[in-house]
């Protein structure tokens, strides 16, 4: 059995007495909260608050990734129109085949049927067959 000093006389003690043999002072008891109000007030608001951040982050992860999708777009069409400035069909081809498939990695399907056809007509007046 483990032992504890009385606080009143300091005398040893068993743990599980009610009160001190030597003085007569009443142990006191460690009283725990139940379980379910440890859950309620502790742990639920962490959750809540886990949850929330969490929900935050991912939002905030899907609009920058929108931002570099949209950077990566604008990019591949200023590269597109670049080709067309040299007026090189074969390099044309290519720039609407890579716009075509950035759309596609923006997950932008409108623009991406669009830039099929465009990449299709482009290939065509190249001679090259896509």
């Known amino acids: 059995m483990t032992?504890?000093?009385c606080k009143k006389c300091n005398n040893?003690?068993?743990?599980?007495?009610d009160s001190c043999r030597y003085c007569g002072q009443v142990v006191e008891r460690m009283s725990y909260?139940?379980?379910r109000k440890v859950l309620v007030y502790v742990l639920l608001p962490l959750i809540l608050v886990?949850?929330?951040a969490r929900i935050e982050w991912v939002r905030r992860a899907n609009n920058e990734m929108r931002r570099i999708d949209n950077?990566?777009?604008l990019y591949m069409l200023n590269q597109y129109e670049m080709a067309r400035e040299r007026d090189?069909?074969?390099m044309i081809c290519s720039?609407?085949?890579m716009v075509r498939a950035t759309y596609y990695e923006a997950n932008d399907m409108a623009n991406y049927e669009k830039w099929m056809q465009i990449e299709r007509d482009d290939c065509n007046r190249a001679r090259l067959n896509r």
């Open 71 to 73: 950077e990566i777009v």
């Open 12 to 17: 040893l003690i068993i743990r599980k007495a």
């Open 3 to 5: 032992a504890a000093r």
């Open 50 to 52: 886990w949850l929330v």
């Open 95 to 97: 720039q609407a085949g």
């Open 33 to 35: 909260p139940p379980i």
């Open 88 to 90: 090189d069909p074969d």
